[in-house]
């Protein structure tokens, strides 16, 4: 079946350690973007990349690092320097009209 | 920067009823409004999506978009309990970053049987 998945779904994060969230769509979607929620909150954008090899910032990018080598992967990283990680991390791909479609999710808790 | 406003709620009504939910938006030059449902620890999943202004009607739901007033509504008739969730509204980014959303805070649903 086609979709977003994303891996793994719940992770935990020691102190000072970078860890990577996996996202892989099978939909061939040229745009695909990584929001984070907190409780209680709205999502916030914090890459996006439009196609292979580019990606752009955005609102909330610090602490974050991503890659998009190929079309159907967009990894992201979150590294020592996000201080307060714990979220719920949702990756998302574009149909090209405007429309995003959501993976399940995955949990990060800092330990 | 593009700001969408929605009252937390929650929102209480009973089944059956008509849920009334409202989403204002900051950006008069915003083209694209969505709205999605998410349940308790799930990710978000689309509902309906509007761009003209007026209604536009899928099975219970009906999206409302006023873009003098700058104004999103969605309308949920005969509410069930299954209808409880936390709904977002979304608008369209600008520039290159046209393609990705700007989520409000959401509203939290419930509806009691």
């Known amino acids: 079946d086609g979709g977003i998945t994303q891996s793994p779904k719940y992770l935990f994060r020691k102190e000072g350690q970078n860890v990577t969230l996996s996202c892989e769509q099978n939909l061939n979607h040229d745009a695909m973007y990584w929001y984070r929620q907190d409780p209680g909150q709205g999502l916030r954008l914090i890459y996006y990349s439009q196609i292979v090899n580019d990606f752009q910032k955005g609102d909330i990018a610090e602490g974050y690092s991503v890659s998009r080598e190929k079309k159907e992967s967009f990894p992201l990283t979150v590294t020592s320097a996000q201080k307060n990680p714990t979220a719920f991390y949702l990756c998302?791909?574009?149909?090209?009209?405007?429309?995003?479609?959501f993976g399940e999710g995955s949990w990060l808790t800092v330990v | 920067q593009k700001e969408v406003e929605q009252n937390s709620g929650p929102l209480s009504v009973p089944e059956g009823a008509i849920a009334s939910l409202n989403c204002t938006y900051s950006?008069?030059?915003?083209?694209?409004f969505f709205w999605y449902r998410q349940y308790s620890g799930k990710s978000p999943e689309l509902i309906m999506f509007?761009?003209?202004?007026g209604d536009k009607e899928d099975g219970r739901f009906t999206a409302q978009l006023n873009k003098a007033s700058q104004y999103v509504s969605l309308l949920i008739r005969d509410s069930q309990p299954s209808d409880s969730a936390t709904y977002l509204c979304a608008v369209n980014g600008v520039g290159q970053a046209g393609t990705a959303l700007i989520f409000g805070k959401g509203t939290t649903l419930s509806v009691s049987s």
């Open positions: 950006d008069r030059g915003s083209q694209s």
């Open positions: 509007i761009y003209s202004n």
């Open positions: 998302a791909s574009n149909t090209g009209g405007n429309t995003i479609y």
